[in-house]
Nanobody, 127 residues
């Protein structure tokens, strides 16, 4: 069993930055690929960024490239999502998820590839 806990969300003005964190715990927790997703009200949950179990590979949705940066600190069992130049359209609940699989290409985007999910953290961007 793997548990994920997101934190770091909040209310921020457009143009600002936030760093979200996902604390991963449980057996073999450092061996999981981690993805970040977000879900805005009335919309589907969408993938934004992912990182392989060893941090060697990262993957981003085209819509966030250049503004979002994913990283992981294995010693702390934590995955971070740095979000810069925030836009009102970034307002959503942000979730992290863990996958036992080695993810490539479109698999990163597929919610069903992930085995465990956190409860989410709210990000609200004011204009």
């Amino acid at each position: 069993q793997v548990r994920l806990l997101e934190y770091g969300g909040g209310l921020v003005q457009a143009g600002g930055s936030l760093r979200l964190a996902c604390a991963v715990s449980g057996q073999y927790s450092t061996m999981y690929a981690i993805g970040w997703f977000r879900q805005a009200p009335g919309q589907e949950r969408e993938f934004v960024a992912g990182i392989s179990w060893n941090g060697a590979n990262t993957y981003y949705a085209d819509s966030v490239k250049g503004r979002f940066t994913i990283s992981r600190d294995s010693a702390k069992s934590t995955v971070y999502l740095q979000i810069d130049s925030l836009e009102p359209e970034d307002t959503a609940v942000y979730y992290c998820a863990a996958s036992k699989s080695s993810l490539y290409g479109s698999a990163w985007f597929t919610k069903y590839e992930y085995d465990y999910w956190g409860q989410g953290t709210q990000v609200t961007v004011s204009s």
